[in-house]
């Protein structure tokens, strides 16, 4: 009961965004194959995936440091994220 506590007091947008990004980056690590012919193209997709994961990660420490409402810092991880997943989508 006390793990479940702990995980609905420390849970956030970033932290549940960046655990999302660690796993599935580890998920395409498991079962990528080299020989395949895009092979290092996948291993940028998730060497980018951890990166942003850690990036993520560090930036909802600072941010739980600064800002003490969870309920405006939620709100601001998830307009930061929509802003981020769209100039990825720009980019692409």
Same mark, same amino acid.
């Given at each position: =009961? @006390?793990?479940?506590?702990?995980i609905? @007091? ?26 395949e ?7 940028? %997709?998730? =060497? ?18 600064? %800002? #003490?409402? #969870? ?7 998830? %307009?930061?994220?929509? %802003?981020?997943?769209?100039i990825?989508? @720009?980019?692409?």
């Open positions: =009961m @006390k793990v479940l506590e702990f609905k @007091k420390n849970i956030s947008v970033f932290n549940l965004t960046s655990l999302i990004l660690f796993f599935y980056s580890f998920y395409l690590f498991i079962f990528l194959k080299q020989g012919y895009f092979y290092y193209a996948v291993v940028a %997709i998730i =060497m980018f995936f951890l990166f942003l994961s850690l990036s993520l990660f560090f930036s909802d420490y600072f941010l739980n440091k600064k %800002i #003490r409402n #969870r309920f405006f810092k939620n709100i601001l991880e998830f %307009i930061i994220l929509i %802003i981020i997943t769209s990825i989508y @720009k980019i692409l």
